[in-house]
């Protein structure tokens, strides 16, 4: 609605708040977490059946009304069918890091219900258990663990939940349960308790939790991990695997002294590439014991010799990241040599 001089907005008032806000305050009983669980996969299902997939489901953007209705909320990222290309797939890499599926990831295409399937999965561990599946303060190693599907259950999951996550959590999206084999599982369909209406809470005892995370409850799996990592947004994730000729993979987060980009070659032919690079660049080359590659200037520079670490990581068949951080020298120089020597250089090697 608009007049000449205002725009109105009208929202739905979600008043019981998130459903993350739920899991902060400690695992829910498996009764508790059906009842969301169940409406999610409705809402998903229904979304999916109207060519609409969501791409970032997490419980942040699931809200709940005074009845306890959940409601998907954040369509922000969400694709339409005829959004998909001549091979039937989407090829946009989004969603938030820790409930991303493995073939985002591989920017290869991917079945954007399929992959909202993962997400749900991810969701329902999480309300579970009250922290992720895959977490890693290295966001390269996380990455890895998603890719080939390696979680633990805690001991206190019933058999038929683990499997059912087993069957959600596959990192072949070909071979991962539909929705239709999701509501036939014997975890789905059990009937809910009356005790489940009030939203049973266990292990309530809780440290504070986090600007960044999920609260951290007490108890023999709650090191296993956190949602720190979870405020990642879509575009965190999108740096990742965007080009040189994209902004964001120098935005103003890691232009200071530190560059990422993606490529499908090899890491042999990316070590080679930057080798043939700091020959052109007259740069020395030395490679560390680790397997980091280190390129520094032969003069020095305003303060010293200016020195960039390079550190390849491989993700996924066919999907490599590329680290370039500045170790020594002056910022303004690093700066130079990115964006006059390096940048375009690497073009050819990245995946954009």
Not at 61 to 90: I, W, Y
Not at 308 to 326: D, T
Request: net charge positive; proline share 3%.
């Amino acid at each position: 609605m608009a007049t000449k001089n205002k725009i109105y907005f009208v929202l739905e008032h979600a008043k019981g708040g998130e459903l993350f806000n739920k899991i902060a305050k400690g695992k829910l009983t498996e009764e508790a977490a059906r009842k969301y669980f169940q409406q999610l996969i409705g809402a998903v299902d229904y979304c999916h059946s109207r060519g609409v997939y969501h791409r970032d489901l997490k419980p942040e953007n699931l809200l709940l009304d005074e009845n306890e209705t959940l409601k998907v909320s954040d369509f922000g990222l969400s694709a339409l069918a005829e959004s998909k290309r001549q091979d039937g797939l989407l090829h946009t890499a989004c969603g938030t890091p820790a409930y991303v599926a493995p073939e985002v990831l591989s920017r290869k295409g991917y079945n954007g219900a399929q992959a909202d399937v993962w997400s749900c999965g991810v969701i329902l561990f999480v309300l579970a258990a009250s922290y992720l599946p895959f977490h890693e303060r290295n966001l390269i190693e996380m990455y890895k663990k998603i890719s080939k599907a390696q979680y633990r259950c805690p001991r206190s999951f019933s058999a038929e939940l683990k499997e059912l996550l087993y069957g959600i959590l596959n990192p072949d999206p070909n071979t991962r349960m539909p929705i239709s084999r999701i509501k036939r599982s014997a975890w789905y369909r059990k009937p809910l308790g009356l005790a489940v209406l009030k939203t049973e809470i266990v292990n309530k005892t809780c440290t504070e939790a986090t600007t960044s995370g999920l609260t951290d409850c007490v108890g023999s799996e709650r090191n296993q991990g956190s949602l720190a990592l979870a405020n990642l947004n879509a575009f965190d994730i999108i740096s990742l695997s965007t080009g040189f000729d994209l902004s964001p993979l120098f935005d103003e987060k890691y232009s200071q002294r530190e560059a990422r980009f993606t490529s499908n070659q090899s890491a042999e032919a990316i070590f080679e590439k930057l080798k043939e690079l700091a020959r052109c660049l007259k740069l020395k080359v030395t490679k560390k014991d680790d397997g980091v590659l280190k390129l520094a200037t032969t003069k020095e520079g305003r303060k010293g010799i200016l020195e960039l670490n390079a550190e390849i990581f491989e993700i996924a068949p066919s999907f490599v990241l590329v680290e370039l951080k500045k170790a020594n020298g002056d910022t303004l120089e690093y700066q130079k040599l990115m964006t006059d020597g390096i940048r375009p250089s690497l073009e050819d090697i990245v995946w954009a």
